[in-house]
């Protein structure tokens, strides 16, 4: 019924590429961050889970919802029947419909909260959405969540959620032209609301942000991560019922298909047909692809509900069809039947579909110690994967619990892959509790988390009756005060440190006084973990910071004696003490030399920069090495 199978298998993978030996591939894998490439969302009601889609939820759902009536106050009192309004609402004018655009907070039955609009549109009936805040995953201070941008538009404004610190917006198209941004903070409302207004010819691309004086305090891309997959646009986009649009993007690797609505992703789906047709749900829309011969598709829910649709041929020679339609708001997740026709309207293929039917828990379904008191509390369960290319089996580690209609995460978990941390926030009863669970080792001795105001916690280990392996939990209230970082004591080793992305790093460095570097690049370090380098005025905090009451050296060793990154024009980073010079050797064979200096900050490092060689390619075989004041070469990387 669907190609999850295949894109489990390609995020093993893509899980394999991601520990690298380039020298900066620590940057890289931050960037793909929070782990929502990796992270299976899948539709779930109850364990075991019927692996649907795989969707991930970095970008708040922008697009309009099954919700609709010609009377603006019916759609919003629709909306509201189980939600709770968290402030004000606000009304900004539309310039692609003419018409107004209602935006408010609310918090849904499970305790989290939703961002919701209503739009009128010129010529059809008013419509809306609801969809969660998922503020922990978007890593950045203000993130998209929606867009009126559509075929035919002179006009478009995108808006979006942003935490109430930040001061300023601004629109960055692909072109680098900038779009003043508008912030409003409605009474009563856990974060404001931004919008950016442009010409559709020159889409925004990425919103800087800024603080209260007007300083860059970071970036958040329009797609983010899982909208941004690396290849080439095949083509124009296909425009698909239920106001879907399907892209497709070409790499080496594969060809992938990106679905959206209104502008904001939905889901990510490899071309690759194993069955006739192949089903993902998000976003309140089902959508697909299909084999050639494949005219319309029909959906038949539990409780009797039907929907169908045309499949329309692809426009990249792909030989797919593909296919969209409202997912109706009766249907529980994962519980229905699929049927294809031909042109003629004859049953060609049919997919009776269950919540049982796929990749069952091996062993034991945990429920997580702490988490029993909450209104969903967190279970975590292995599931089997079976490789392909005589590699043996694979394990996804899932996890439920999270607010309502976030279903079930599924993450690609091989039992020799080295610590990954996987996060649940719950929300009720109040304050809520962050959970944070992950495969274990068994030479594993303790795994720790380091909170934002240095105090420890250490996790515990579990191990379900018949599981491939243990896992490590830990769980705190949710709150202000955060995780910063893990630390790994295996039972024969050295101490593992690991930090977490510090999403407010920017905020808080611009208000310190920098270090100047060489090449224009200037470095901060603040309290608690933050490390930021300028360039041009911008931040860039991608890489990891000291750990909280501890220094930047004690993320050096002997296995990583450099930690370094990269910006528009520049490279930079920090080096043990005593390293006077850094030689990068590019993947293309060019040098590149950097004057390193023994930090400002008391972190027992020194902090280098220079400008990239020119032509010189970063990616995978540089090599980076450390030189004294003597010219003697104290380490390579």
């Not at 209503?118 to 969660?132: I, K, T």
């Not at 192949?278 to 692809?289: E, N």
């Not at 930090?499 to 920098?514: F, H, L």
């Not at 590019?586 to 008391?602: H, K, M």
Request: hydrophobic share 40%.
């Amino acid at each position: 019924m669907n190609d999850l199978e295949e894109r489990l298998r390609a995020a093993f993978d893509a899980r394999a590429r991601t520990f690298e030996t380039s020298p900066d591939a620590w940057l890289r894998v931050r960037e793909r961050r929070p782990r929502r490439y990796l992270a299976l969302r899948l539709a779930a009601a109850a364990l075991p889970v019927a692996l649907l889609a795989v969707f991930v939820p970095v970008l708040l759902d922008g697009g309009l919802g099954r919700n609709t009536a010609a009377d603006t106050d019916a759609v919003y009192q629709q909306l509201m029947r189980d939600r709770t309004p968290a402030g004000e609402q606000v009304s900004v004018a539309n310039p692609t419909e003419g018409k107004p655009l209602r935006l408010w907070f609310a918090k849904a039955r499970a305790g989290h909260p939703e961002l919701c609009f209503v739009l009128e549109r010129a010529g059809a009936q008013a419509d809306g959405n609801c969809s969660a805040v998922t503020e922990e995953e978007a890593g950045a201070e203000a993130w998209f969540a929606g867009s009126t941008l559509r075929g035919g538009a002179e006009t478009a404004m995108d808006w979006g959620v942003a935490v109430r610190d930040v001061g300023g917006v601004t629109g960055v198209a692909g072109d680098g032209q900038r779009f003043p941004g508008t912030l409003l903070r409605p009474a009563g409302a856990p974060y404001a609301i931004w919008t950016v207004t442009y010409p559709a010819r020159h889409a925004v691309s990425a919103i800087e942000l800024a603080d209260g004086e007007g300083r860059a305090i970071g970036s958040s891309p329009r797609a983010l991560m899982e909208g941004q997959e690396a290849g080439e646009d095949l083509g124009p986009a296909l425009e698909l019922p239920a106001g879907v649009t399907a892209h497709a993007r070409r790499s080496a690797q594969v060809t992938m298909i990106l679905w959206t609505r209104q502008g904001a992703h939905l889901v990510s789906s490899a071309a690759v047909l194993n069955e006739p047709v192949s089903v993902m749900r998000g976003g309140d829309a089902i959508m697909g692809l299909a084999r050639e011969n494949v005219a319309k598709v029909g959906f038949v829910f539990a409780d009797g509900t039907t929907a169908e649709t045309g499949a329309t041929p692809d426009r990249w020679n792909l030989g797919l069809r593909l296919f969209a339609v409202e997912d109706p708001a009766a249907s529980p997740p994962g519980r229905f039947t699929t049927v294809a026709y031909d042109a003629s309207g004859a049953e060609i293929w049919r997919d009776e579909a269950s919540s049982t039917e796929n990749f069952q828990p091996v062993g034991e379904v945990m429920t997580i110690p702490g988490t029993e008191g909450s209104a969903e509390p967190v279970r975590a369960w292995f599931a089997r994967i079976n490789m392909k290319g005589g590699r043996g089996d694979a394990f996804t580690l899932c996890r439920s619990g999270l607010f309502s209609g976030a279903g079930t995460l599924c993450s690609g978990a091989r039992l020799d892959y080295p610590f990954s941390a996987h996060k649940v926030t719950t929300y009720l009863p109040d304050p809520g509790t962050v959970t944070y669970l992950g495969v274990a080792h068994e030479e594993w001795k303790s795994v720790t988390a380091v909170l934002s105001d240095g105090r420890r916690v250490e996790a515990a280990f579990l191990r379900g009756t018949g599981a491939p392996a243990p896992i490590w939990h830990l769980t705190i209230p949710y709150g202000d005060v955060t995780v910063a970082a893990f630390t790994l004591q295996p039972q024969d080793g050295p101490l593992e440190r690991h930090p977490e992305p510090d999403r407010t790093c920017g905020r808080r460095a611009v208000s310190v006084e920098r270090q100047r570097l060489a090449a224009g690049v200037s470095a901060v370090v603040a309290e608690p973990s933050c490390l930021a380098f300028f360039e041009g005025g911008q931040v860039e905090t991608s890489l990891p910071g000291p750990l909280p009451g501890e220094k930047l050296s004690d993320l050096l060793g002997p296995d990583q004696p450099v930690r370094w990154g990269r910006g528009k024009d520049t490279w930079y980073g920090y080096a043990p003490a005593g390293t006077a010079r850094v030689e990068l050797v590019t993947s293309n064979g060019l040098t590149g030399t950097a004057e390193a200096v023994p930090d400002r900050f008391g972190q027992g490092v020194t902090l280098f920069a220079a400008r990239i060689p020119e032509g010189g390619d970063l990616s995978a075989g540089m090599v980076v090495k450390g030189f004294d004041a003597g010219g003697r070469q104290l380490w390579k990387y």
